[in-house]
């Protein structure tokens, strides 16, 4: 069974953070998630709601804690999450993948999303100066080559209507060297943070940790 929010004197409750250190541009440092309505307690969480995080690490985030009111979205959701990211027994590699999130999500002004999928573009490829110019530039910045500007540009299409993708950008993703497999699953990156990132912009806003306040965000 679903959980339930709480009465709706303390739910409909929307926490400001007026003196937030928001950050000043993407980046692929770690940034911290501050959430607008009330999350889950850690200590409050049910089994089932813990369950539904897959992960146990996961309780200490505020995000998804804020998601265990309904577990078994949140149970769905990260299921999903996990398989399009990190199965990779077939398909194209995690860098591409973590590409086209990120560039899904500087599409989309997810500083947070942009930020972790940034980072771990870089992390799987090595390649941070490119992953930086997507950052800094735009999702129109030349990457260096043509199956990385192939994901980009599909992946940004897909974000901004579905029906902005379509036969062209199969055509340019296999052009560049990608096969039947390798496309779904930057479409299923490219697809997933469309979601993700119009639900995390709506519940809640990135903020610079405290070890790196006063320095460059």
């Known amino acids: 069974?679903?959980?339930?929010?709480?009465a709706a004197a303390d739910a409909d409750v929307v926490t400001e953070h007026p003196d937030l250190h928001r950050p000043e541009a993407f980046t692929q440092q770690g940034l911290g998630w501050v959430p607008w309505l009330r999350p889950v307690a850690e200590a409050d969480l049910t089994d089932v709601q813990r369950e539904a995080l897959v992960e146990p690490s996961r309780a200490a985030m505020p995000y998804f804690r804020l998601l265990a009111r309904d577990p078994e979205a949140l149970r769905a959701r990260t299921?999903?999450?996990?398989?399009?990211f990190f199965n990779t027994d077939g398909g194209v590699g995690r860098a591409e993948r973590e590409?086209?999130?990120a560039a899904t999500s500087r599409h989309n002004g997810c500083v947070f999303c942009a930020s972790v999928h940034a980072a771990a573009a870089t992390r799987e490829s090595g390649r941070r100066d490119d992953v930086q110019r997507l950052l800094d530039e735009g999702v129109?910045?030349?990457?260096?080559?043509?199956r990385w500007n192939a994901v980009v540009a599909a992946s940004v299409h897909l974000a901004e209507t579905p029906l902005a993708f379509g036969a062209a950008d199969v055509e340019r993703l296999r052009a560049a060297g990608l096969d039947d497999a390798e496309i779904v699953d930057v479409v299923n990156g490219a697809a997933f943070f469309n979601w993700a990132?119009?639900?995390m912009l709506s519940l809640g806003e990135p903020e610079v940790p405290t070890s790196r306040r006063g320095g460059a965000a």
Do not use: Q
């Open 1 to 6: 069974m679903t959980d339930t929010l709480p």
């Open 197 to 199: 990132n119009r639900l």
């Open 99 to 101: 590409l086209a999130a």
């Open 140 to 146: 129109h910045a030349d990457l260096g080559d043509e």
């Open 79 to 84: 299921l999903t999450d996990l398989d399009i």
